[in-house]
C-alpha cells in the first residue's frame, strides 16, 4: 500500500524560501504524476504543480515564477519549492499521485506552513 | 486559469440524494473528460471519490455517481448517511493544467 509524507519546516520567515519534501513508501515513483496541492486556513484546495517520474512538469501560472518541483527516483522522493513567501502562502501542503486521467489517488496527510516573521 | 464553480453548500436528510454540479466553460469542463471529485473531512486530506467523469475507485461506495453534461458536472450522493457530511471539491484535468472547484459542504 503506497503512503505519502509531506515533510518540511512549520515556520518560515516572510521572503525566504519554503522547501517541501514528499517520501513514497511502499511502491514507486514510476509511470505515475506527482502533485503539490495546498489548502489556507478555512479555504479550498489550489492546485500549485505536478510532475511526471520522468521529468515533464506543469505549474499553476498564478505561482509558476516562484515555484520548483521535482522528484529523485533513488530515494522515492518529490520536492516543491516556493520562492518568495508571503503570508499568503501560509496553508497545508499535499503532496498526491496522479494515475490516468486526472485521479489523485494517493494523498499525504499534508504538512501546515505558516508564513510569519 | 479560472477555478470551477460549485455551491458553497448543499444538505440533505438522511437516505435522501444530493447533487452538487461544478460548473466551467465549454474551454475547460465542456471540453475534457478528467473530472474527478474528491471527499474532504475535518482535518484530513482529501479521499478521490469518482475520477474520469464517472467512474469509482474500488472501495468508494455505489451510493456515489458522477456525470458530465456540457461545461457541468456533477457528483450524485444517493441514500445520504449521517458520514458522507463533508466538503466536496471537483477537479478537472485540463490539458496541462488542473483547477479545483471551490468546494461545497454537504449538511446530512
Known amino acids: 500500500q503506497v503512503q505519502l509524507q509531506e515533510s518540511g519546516p512549520g515556520l518560515v520567515k516572510p521572503s525566504e524560501t519554503l522547501s517541501l519534501t514528499c517520501t513514497v513508501s511502499g511502491g514507486s515513483i514510476r509511470h505515475y504524476y506527482w502533485s503539490w496541492i495546498r489548502q489556507p486556513p478555512g479555504k479550498g484546495l489550489e492546485w500549485i504543480a505536478y510532475m511526471y517520474y520522468s521529468g515533464s512538469t506543469s505549474y499553476n501560472s498564478s505561482l509558476k515564477s516562484r515555484v520548483t518541483i521535482s522528484v529523485d527516483m533513488s530515494k522515492n522522493q518529490v520536492y516543491m519549492k516556493l520562492t518568495s513567501v508571503t503570508a499568503a502562502d501560509t496553508a497545508v501542503y499535499f503532496c498526491?499521485?496522479?494515475f490516468g486521467g486526472g485521479g489523485m489517488d494517493v494523498w499525504g496527510q499534508g504538512t501546515t506552513v505558516t508564513v510569519s516573521s | 486559469q479560472s477555478a470551477l464553480t460549485q455551491p458553497r453548500s448543499v444538505s440533505g436528510s438522511p437516505g435522501q440524494s444530493v447533487t452538487i454540479s461544478c460548473t466551467g466553460t465549454s474551454s475547460d469542463v465542456g471540453g475534457y473528460n478528467f473530472v474527478s471529485w474528491y471527499q474532504q473531512q475535518p482535518g484530513k486530506a482529501p479521499k478521490l471519490m469518482i475520477y474520469d467523469v464517472d467512474k469509482r475507485p474500488s472501495g468508494v461506495p455505489d451510493r456515489f455517481s458522477g456525470s458530465k453534461s456540457g461545461s457541468t458536472a456533477s457528483l450524485t450522493i444517493s441514500g445520504l448517511l449521517a458520514e458522507d457530511e463533508a466538503d466536496y471539491y471537483c477537479?478537472?484535468?485540463?490539458?496541462?493544467?488542473?483547477?479545483f472547484g471551490g468546494g461545497t459542504k454537504v449538511t446530512v
Open positions: 477537479c478537472l484535468l485540463a490539458g496541462r493544467d488542473v483547477l
Open positions: 498526491a499521485r496522479r
